[in-house]
Nanobody, 120 residues
């Protein structure tokens, strides 16, 4: 079984910064891509940033230059540094990990979600 535990988030003023972290754990796991998605009220879940084991990174256009994703492959953790937050960044942020268990099929796993609110 795979668990993704998120931390960080909360209420921050527009223009401020916050860091989200996520750790994947479980027996026999191999973690491939990790990333962050977000979902605002009444909207679909959207990709924010993604990072692979060889450090390829992908960002949504709306966060380029403001958010930075990083990971620790040995610890199976991923972080999202969010700077210059805007009101439109307000959403529930979800961690995603693509995980193999004991060499089996690659499967998406999601964290429980953490609220980020940027007040203007």
């Amino acid at each position: 079984q795979v668990q993704l535990v998120e931390s960080g988030g909360g209420l921050v003023q527009a223009g401020g910064s916050v860091t989200l972290s996520c750790k994947a754990s479980g027996s026999g796991i191999s973690v491939e891509a990790m990333g962050w998605y977000r979902q605002a009220p009444g909207q679909e879940r959207e990709l924010v940033a993604l990072i692979t084991t060889n450090n390829y990174q992908k960002y949504a256009d709306s966060v380029k230059g403001r958010f930075t994703i990083s990971r620790d492959n040995a610890a199976n953790t991923v972080s999202l540094q969010m700077d210059n937050l805007k009101a439109e960044d307000t959403a529930v942020y979800y961690c995603l990990a693509d995980v193999e268990i004991n060499g089996g099929a690659l499967t998406h796993y999601w964290g429980q979600g953490t609220q980020v609110t940027a007040s203007s």
